[in-house]
């Protein structure tokens, strides 16, 4: 099982930016599906955005022109370029793999508020 150690939140206001980073340790990384995720208290966890080892992703629709995932093979990076923030958008976001996910990490908190 893999390993992800996300980091990058904070507070920002509304329509602001921010980009979330996640190392990970996983095996065969450029070969793996890895996602974001994110959950605000008492609901579940909702994928946010998916990157497959050639780079090509999908997004939730309510993120989509809004959110950008990327990655590094070589680093064993993700990333994920937020623009636009909206209230809604305020939650814990977590990076794992798309098929099975476990092993989560702390996640990094995103509070978009005035």
């Known amino acids: 099982q893999g390993q992800f150690v996300e980091s990058g939140g904070g507070l920002v206001q509304p329509g602001g930016s921010l980009r979330l980073s996640c190392a990970a340790s996983?095996?065969?990384?450029?070969?793996?599906?890895l996602a974001w995720y994110r959950q605000t208290p008492g609901k579940q966890r909702d994928l946010v955005a998916e990157?497959?080892?050639?780079?090509?992703?999908d997004y939730r629709d309510s993120v989509k022109g809004r959110f950008t995932i990327s990655r590094d093979n070589s680093k064993k990076m993700v990333w994920l370029q937020m623009n636009s923030l909206k209230p809604e958008d305020t939650a814990t976001y977590y990076c794992?793999?798309?098929?099975?996910?476990?092993?989560w990490g702390h996640g990094t908190q995103v509070t978009v508020s005035s």
């Open positions: 990157i497959r080892g050639d780079g090509s992703a």
């Open positions: 794992n793999y798309v098929t099975a996910p476990n092993n």
């Open positions: 996983v095996s065969f990384f450029s070969l793996v599906e």
